[in-house]
C-alpha cells in the first residue's frame, strides 16, 4: 500500500505562483508514473501531467509552457511548479500513481485546493 499526500495548494491571483508538493509514503518512482490531475468544479477529473519512471513527461495542452512536474527521488516527492496561473486552473489537484508493471496498480492522494481569483 502507498500513500500520497498533496500540500502547498491555497489562493492565489491570476499570474501568480504555486508549488505543489506530494509524497508518498515509501520509494517508488522507479516503478512508478506520477501524475497529477485536477477537477474543477462540475467537470471530470482531467490528466494534467504526468512523470514516468525514466522522467519522460507529458503535458495537456492547457498547461504547456506554465507547468513543470519534477521529483525528488531522495524525499519521495513529486512536485508541481505552477505559473501564470489562470482562473480556469481552479480545482482540486489530486496526486496519482500507476505502476509500470503488468500488474497495474492505482493510488490517488486526497487532493489539495487551488484557488485563482483576484
Known amino acids: 500500500q502507498v500513500q500520497l499526500v498533496e500540500s502547498g495548494g491555497g489562493l492565489v491571483q491570476p499570474g501568480g505562483s504555486l508549488r505543489l508538493s506530494c509524497e ?5 518512482f522507479h516503478m512508478y508514473t506520477m501524475a497529477w490531475y ?10 494534467v501531467t504526468q512523470i514516468t519512471s525514466g522522467d519522460a513527461t507529458e ?4 498547461v504547456k509552457g506554465r507547468f513543470a ?5 531522495a524525499k519521495n516527492t513529486v512536485y508541481l511548479d505552477m505559473i501564470n496561473l489562470r482562473p480556469e486552473d481552479t480545482g482540486i489537484y489530486f496526486c496519482h500513481a500507476q505502476s509500470e508493471r503488468i500488474k497495474v496498480v492505482k493510488y490517488w492522494g486526497q487532493g489539495t485546493q487551488v484557488t485563482v481569483s483576484s
Open 24 to 28: 508518498a509514503s515509501r520509494d517508488i
Open 38 to 47: 485536477r477537477q474543477a468544479p462540475g467537470k471530470e477529473r482531467e490528466l
Open 59 to 62: 503535458y495537456s495542452d492547457t
Open 69 to 73: 512536474i519534477s521529483k525528488n527521488i
